[in-house]
């Protein structure tokens, strides 16, 4: 099956600086590849996703590339603010009727 | 908006009781999941379904089954609870289109 790796696990930064969180899959049929944001206490939340025919995304300060090759995607915050702190998963599906892999996630703070 | 939503927020348990935790979509979705989150180990999936009365394992069925006699519904019923089960449960549901799962708000169980 699918063995999808998340790093870090996790990160510190400055306001105002870039957060990038990395994750590998193992399985070339995943086409399909969401960002949650999971805030304490809630539930994870959709932030950006790409599928396996576009190699970029972005959306305001929140950007994900996606590598087919090398079987890596990432997920780029610019101009981090204290809101950003969350723990962020990475997951991959190979579409509707088959399941999510999702990453081990990452501990984002960002430091006022 | 798609709700999904589950039945408790906090659930205390003794070892041994059978467990149930309901699941309710109202999107109309074919693919319903749980999942198991605990601290450094991520999103780990017990069950899934794709229809009613379909059932697929997981990465760690091993005690627990699932039911889902319609649409809407699914849930998971842990058999004879043990300690080594507390943990936050979240359901989620997925349309058939190749897009992201939406989470309900999370169950968190300790068995005593």
């Known amino acids: 099956g699918e063995n999808v790796e998340q790093h870090p696990s996790t990160l510190s930064v400055q306001e105002g600086d870039s957060a990038v969180i990395k994750c590998t899959y193992s399985?070339?049929?995943?086409?399909?590849f969401p960002w949650y944001k999971q805030e304490l206490g809630k539930r994870p939340q959709l932030i950006i996703d790409?599928?396996?025919?576009?190699g970029e995304k972005k959306d305001q300060r929140i950007a994900v590339t996606l590598n087919k090759t090398a079987k890596h995607f990432s997920l780029h915050i610019t101009e981090t603010q204290p809101e950003d702190s969350a723990v962020y998963f990475c997951a991959a599906s190979m579409g509707p009727g088959n399941q999510f892999y999702f990453g081990t996630g990452t501990s984002l703070t960002v430091i006022p | 908006d798609v709700k999904v939503t589950q039945s408790s927020r906090y659930l205390v348990k003794r070892t041994g009781e059978k467990v149930f935790l309901e699941c309710v979509q109202d999107?109309?979705?074919?693919?319903m999941f749980w999942y198991r989150q605990d601290p450094g180990l991520g999103l780990r999936l017990i069950y899934f379904s794709y229809d009613v009365k379909m059932k697929e394992k997981g990465d760690i069925p091993e005690g627990y089954s699932v039911s889902r006699e319609k649409k809407e519904r699914f849930s998971l019923i842990l058999e004879s609870a043990s300690t080594n089960q507390t943990s936050m449960y979240l359901c989620a549901s997925r349309g058939q289109a190749n897009t992201e799962a939406f989470f309900g708000q999370g169950t968190r169980l300790t068995v005593v």
């Open positions: 999107m109309d979705h074919e693919n």
């Open positions: 399985d070339s049929a995943s086409n399909y």
């Open positions: 790409i599928r396996s025919n576009v």
